[in-house]
């Protein structure tokens, strides 16, 4: 008994063992560095290893006395915010529609596998593609603007389809609506048929059968595709940078701007910053919902 | 407790494409009938059931329930309530939640419907759970929290879709007459779809056999048990014996048949028999054999005429019948 026991606990850490290794060589050790070196002193051309808080004290350079206006590092994180709030709010409303049309409208299980891999036809091309291929679309001269121009909807082509913050929003919604779609449809396919039936026999519409069956019962889905949309969105500076013309500051940005400077200690105390106001707008999700009781 | 209303079917029909499921049927279930749909699996009182609730569109016919027809009516303005297969409680609401749910989307205040939905609760001895949640409870506790939610509309009719199906044997027993007893204090009708022949007798007013989308017979269970009109019939019911004879086929029941030793004359009607299996029940003996014209034969006979007329596997026997017991068969 004891024997079979010990084994089981050895074959479940065999068979964990590989991820295991993996987040630690590559996730914590990585990550502990980092806060280490976030630490540290630099000058124009290079880090020096003695404890210090320059790192964290030049990001926040100015905030205090700036105050009532807000400083650099708070603007960028303001702006990376919104567009978080904004691409959050957006891919959940297309991504919660399209999974509820996969999960309750398409009947074939067939079709709704076919579907589903309809949806990640646009990772089959890199990240870069993808952005590229809304220039021609968005530009001064683009498809989007010549149709407007000859239809006589406007006079003069629009400015702001393209390097603005409306073309982000757009990128980064066509990009992640897809990390929304998955788990929500996940969430959704197990939800007992029959209890959309007892919904309708309890006298409840659509609507109702939507807000207080559906909705909440695709909270564990609705949890995490939201993290891996907020946690990529904070991060991001490829989308920002390419589709906002290089023009748009973000939280990502600002350590791809310290590691060309060869700041690396500032670099890390900016990467710290980020992970803490990531960290805390999940831990605020989790705390909407207890998602290790909903699994 | 609420508005008593007969139900009618007529001719009511469903197709799913090319093959139909319920075929043209004719029913009447008075008010306050304890019905039971009873039927092989694919023989249509599931179908029949989900018409009837609202669940499932009407292809022909119509469905009149007191002076409404409801045919074409949303289950919740048909004065039906449906307890589910599953029991299909809401995972996320509490019981007390659960059994509000229907009161909830008409729009009825929290403190009004949760008082309502204590007095369901205790109508099924539920109300020391009302803060669980479905997960927590078990089988059986289960069902009366689906009972109470199903009821907490006031129906005139509740539709039972295979209730005791998913509880173990025992507690099978002990629901079925806990069902009995809700149906006759409430005084409304039940419509109780099983594949359990034994369920159906027990509980049932009123019977419908279904076979192939059609009623084959219905009654109280003793008309139909007495009097099996088909040759389903008699082998679905059970305890039955079915003889080809030279009159035509005839049902006789296992309890009326006797056992003769081989070249006994009797005057009554027989076959010859070999025994093939003789197994002690208890409160009687029973004998399976092979007739001469090739079909199982079961008889149950008493322990003191076992004891008297022994048989074993292998003997030749005759099983014999009084022909005043034997129902022909269509």
Redesign the interface.
């Known amino acids: 008994m004891e024997v079979s026991s010990l084994r089981r606990t050895i074959v479940s850490w065999l068979q964990a063992g590989p991820m295991v290794l993996v987040f630690f060589a590559f996730f914590l050790i990585p990550l502990v560095f980092v806060t280490i070196v976030s630490f540290w002193n630099y000058n124009d051309y290079e880090m020096i290893p003695e404890f210090s808080g320059r790192g964290y004290t030049d990001t926040f350079e100015g905030c205090i006395d700036q105050l009532p206006q807000f400083c650099t590092i708070l603007r960028t994180y303001g702006s990376t915010l919104k567009f978080c709030i904004i691409v959050w709010a957006l891919t959940l409303l297309i991504g919660f529609t399209v999974a509820y049309f996969l999960a309750f409208h398409v009947k074939s299980k067939t079709w709704q596998i076919a579907l589903s891999l309809l949806c990640t036809i646009p990772f089959w091309t890199s990240n870069v593609i993808r952005m590229i291929a809304w220039i021609p679309l968005l530009g001064r001269n683009g498809v989007v603007n010549q149709v407007l121009v000859g239809l006589h909807l406007i006079n003069e082509p629009l400015e702001w389809l393209l390097y603005s913050e409306f073309s982000v929003i757009i990128a980064f919604v066509h990009l992640f609506t897809f990390f929304m779609v998955i788990p929500i449809f996940n969430s959704m396919i197990r939800i007992?048929k029959?209890?959309i039936?007892?919904?309708?026999?309890?006298?409840?519409?659509g609507w109702?059968t939507l807000i207080?069956?559906i909705l909440?019962?695709s909270k564990p889905g609705i949890v995490i595709g939201s993290i891996f949309v907020i946690t990529i969105v904070m991060g991001d500076f490829i989308t920002i940078g390419m589709m906002g013309g290089q023009q748009i500051a973000s939280a990502g940005k600002i350590i791809q701007t310290r590691l060309d400077a060869i700041q690396f200690p500032a670099a890390a105390a900016n990467a710290v910053i980020l992970l803490i106001a990531t960290m805390m707008i999940i831990v605020g999700m989790m705390r909407l919902v207890d998602i290790r009781k909903e699994l | 407790m609420a508005v008593q209303a007969a139900l009618e079917l007529v001719s009511v029909t469903k197709r799913y494409g090319a093959t139909v499921a319920v075929d043209a049927i004719d029913l009447k279930i008075p008010a306050g009938t304890y019905c039971c749909l009873l039927g092989p699996s694919g023989c249509g009182k599931t179908s029949t059931l989900r018409m009837i609730a609202g669940h499932e569109s009407v292809s022909d016919g119509d469905i009149v329930l007191g002076a409404t027809n409801v045919t074409l009516l949303p289950p919740a303005k048909r004065g039906t309530a449906m307890m589910f297969q599953s029991y299909a409680l809401f995972p996320h609401l509490s019981v007390l939640d659960n059994v509000a749910f229907a009161l909830k989307m008409s729009g009825v205040d929290k403190p009004t419907r949760h008082a309502k939905a204590m007095d369901l609760l205790k109508l099924v001895a539920m109300d020391g759970y009302a803060g669980r949640l479905p997960t927590q409870l078990s089988g059986g506790q289960q069902q009366r929290v689906a009972l109470a939610r199903a009821l907490i509309t006031e129906p005139q009719m509740l539709l039972l879709d295979e209730p005791l199906s998913a509880l173990d044997p025992f507690l099978r027993v002990k629901m079925r007459a806990e069902l009995k007893r809700l149906q006759r204090e409430l005084g409304i009708t039940f419509i109780h779809v099983t594949h359990g022949q034994e369920e159906a007798m027990a509980l049932a007013d009123l019977v419908v056999l279904m076979n192939g989308g059609k009623i084959e017979q219905q009654g109280s269970p003793r008309e139909v048990f007495n009097a099996p009109r088909s040759e389903f019939v008699a082998k679905f019911i059970g305890g039955h014996n079915v003889i080809t004879t030279s009159t035509g086929k005839v049902a006789v029941r296992a309890d009326h048949a006797k056992l003769f030793r081989s070249g006994t004359v009797w005057d009554g009607q027989s076959i010859s028999a070999e025994v093939t299996d003789v197994e002690y029940q208890g409160t009687y003996v029973q004998i399976t054999m092979r007739g001469s014209d090739g079909g199982d034969l079961v008889a149950q006979i008493s322990e003191a005429d076992f004891d008297s007329q022994p048989v074993t596997p292998g003997e030749n026997v005759l099983f014999g019948w009084n022909p005043a017991t034997a129902h022909p068969l269509s």
């Open positions: 007992d029959s209890l039936e007892a919904a309708y026999d309890a006298g409840a519409t109702q207080n069956v909440p019962l």
